[in-house]
């Protein structure tokens, strides 16, 4: 199992973890008088930019103390812009001496997909607790590699996947089994949009590992197992391309299906050639929907024919700060490396069914 | 093709088709001094009880003259109730006598699904306009056998699709190609219910000829097929079954994935095990949605953005009005026998996508 090496967070640990049932929310103690964690940013590129970086204006747990890029002069306009000191600047070759930096407590990483691996070894190894984009990894392999490289340093790994926090995403998951809505019988989950520049990384397979399942469909894949709240036991999944030359290396469209232990089912689309954004999941007793369902906000839709409250919000902040809530209490994120594993192993068997043409169990162990 | 015999209606044809482009909806000359069409309703069950019956009320094309029953008591009760003359109640042995009913123009079939090609055999044999509940046979030869018998006999014949004459639900395939919306890229169509009774006929392959394919799934079909505004050229599908005692004959859940000739992609549920009624059109400049998306009405929803107006009328009274002037002008339905066909190959290509647990090609011409 998870060894852990709190001994130089010890310090800050005040934070308490309630216990927190399968199905109900985790509820931390409100006010933590701890110094904020500091987070350095792996890859500056949009995500980091647009959303990360004023992520941290609403972070109360948790504060920016580092960036990591090839680029250097951008580099420090960030370290000026946020506050942080230089030292906190690193680059792909000196990343390793982060080890060192006792400002730096929490790596996030979000690097093109292929590279995660090599650096949620390379911060594991330098002892710092990682957050880690989706996709976590490429295969399953190699999240079963991170999982085990954190493990073996004692750091927590966590995956970037934010619409946890989101309420109005978590509603749909708190209603199944409520007397109210009972089990889960389906999930329908999409996300899809039309793609860009066709020169970006997302659309190289040597970066980004595949195309629009690995950058979208992991929502999917999420969505279902989220409100399912089971594994997939199997799955089936088609493959469509319309522009071969813009996704000569990655899929444009993948539309898959999962049947669960219980007889739940779900059938979900991703694509790079068209919108799509929604989840509906049926209840014995009701039904739930999100549209947008995985954005980045405000998530709407409805709960049992009343519609959920729009709230605004960064998703980023507060999935940041539970990470940070998580080290110092020495507990899993609800989204861990374990989540990320198990929604590789099944974009593992979405990739092994499209290559069969057909049906494909979900026969390793996680 | 398809010749007619009009002598017996000339008297009465007084209505003017306007001519209909593909995507314009057809627009008929306002007013009609003719008098009604008579209409039979063959089988008297819930969907005779519960929604046609009362969409009579609000028809001014057609009317109701006579019913074909089993029962010879509930049929002169409807005669009764609904004003016409006992010489309208027919039972299914001495129906094929309403060829000498003056007071009869068009026989509407709502029987079994597996009883449906005799009886448009047997409509068309005593001279009679044909609509038929949907699905109009069980497989896609049926469908060619019935065609040729209303062919033959010189009637028209179509199928019980209501939702092609709900404006909301046809708003989304009119905005198909237009500057504001471009064409369509992807079409997500689910429809599914819990099914009660497990003694009804719905459940019975004999009587019903497959499960909720054959009773909800052909309005994934039709959305499908509506708002591509083509015809797949390929599919996949995949079959679960939760309750095996239940659905002992006949499909409970089934996932089917089309492909169009340019590109376009659909991803559609249907089941007897849980409820999902919903749209999604992916245009290239925008999103259209429905939901409700195939009930009775009204249908609500989304086009780029702006809700659609609900609006309350019998989706059955417009369908059978225009059925009505189809036969007076002598020109045939858009929802014809011919999609009822095109529909049967897509669903005969599900069960065989299904039997083969793999893609199979729709390669029989239409």
Redesign the interface.
């Known amino acids: 199992m998870l060894r852990r090496n709190f001994l130089s967070l010890s310090s800050r640990t005040t934070g308490v973890a309630l216990a927190a049932g399968a199905l109900a929310p985790r509820v931390w103690a409100a006010a933590t008088k701890s110094k904020p964690l500091g987070v350095a940013l792996v890859g500056l590129g949009n995500y980091s930019t647009r959303q990360l970086a004023k992520a941290f204006n609403e972070t109360t747990e948790c504060r920016l103390t580092g960036v990591v890029s090839g680029d250097p002069v951008k580099a420090k306009r960030w370290a000026a812009e946020h506050g942080f000191a230089e030292s906190g600047v690193y680059n792909y070759e000196n990343f390793d001496s982060i080890a060192n930096n006792p400002d730096i407590d929490i790596v996030y990483i979000v690097l093109p997909n292929s590279m995660h691996l090599e650096f949620i070894e390379r911060a594991a190894a330098a002892g710092k607790q990682v957050i880690c984009e989706k996709p976590m990894t490429v295969t399953g392999a190699e999240s079963r590699r991170a999982i085990k490289a954190c493990e073996d340093a004692g750091v927590l790994l966590s995956v970037g996947y934010r619409l946890q926090f989101d309420p109005n995403y978590r509603a749909l998951m708190l209603a199944r089994g409520t007397p109210e809505l009972g089990a889960v019988?389906?999930v329908?989950a999409?996300m899809?949009f039309p793609i860009g520049d066709p020169t970006q990384w997302r659309l190289r397979k040597p970066l980004a590992g595949g195309g629009a399942m690995y950058d979208v469909g992991v929502y999917c894949t999420q969505s279902a197992r989220f409100f399912a709240g089971q594994e997939p036991v199997a799955v089936?999944a088609?493959e469509?391309k319309?522009d071969p030359v813009k996704f000569a290396e990655v899929d444009e469209?993948i539309?898959f299906?999962l049947?669960f232990p219980n007889?739940t089912?779900a059938?979900c689309?991703t694509?790079y050639?068209?919108?799509?954004n929604?989840v509906?999941v049926?209840y014995q007793k009701g039904?739930g929907?999100l549209?947008p369902a995985h954005s980045y906000g405000p998530i709407a839709g409805t709960l049992n024919n009343k519609e959920l409250a729009p709230r605004e919000f960064s998703q980023q902040a507060l999935q940041m700060d539970d990470f940070a809530r998580c080290v110092r209490a020495g507990v899993e994120s609800e989204v861990s490396g374990l989540e990320g594993l198990k929604d590789m192993l099944v974009v593992d068997a979405i990739y092994r069914s499209i290559a069969a043409?057909?049906?494909r169990t979900l026969v390793e162990p996680v």
Chains 1, 2 share one sequence.
Not at 273 to 276: E, Y
């Open positions: 019988r389906y329908q999409d899809a089936t088609q469509y319309t469209t539309m299906q049947e007889g089912t059938n689309t694509s050639a068209f919108r799509s929604s509906h049926d039904v929907t549209s043409g057909s049906k």
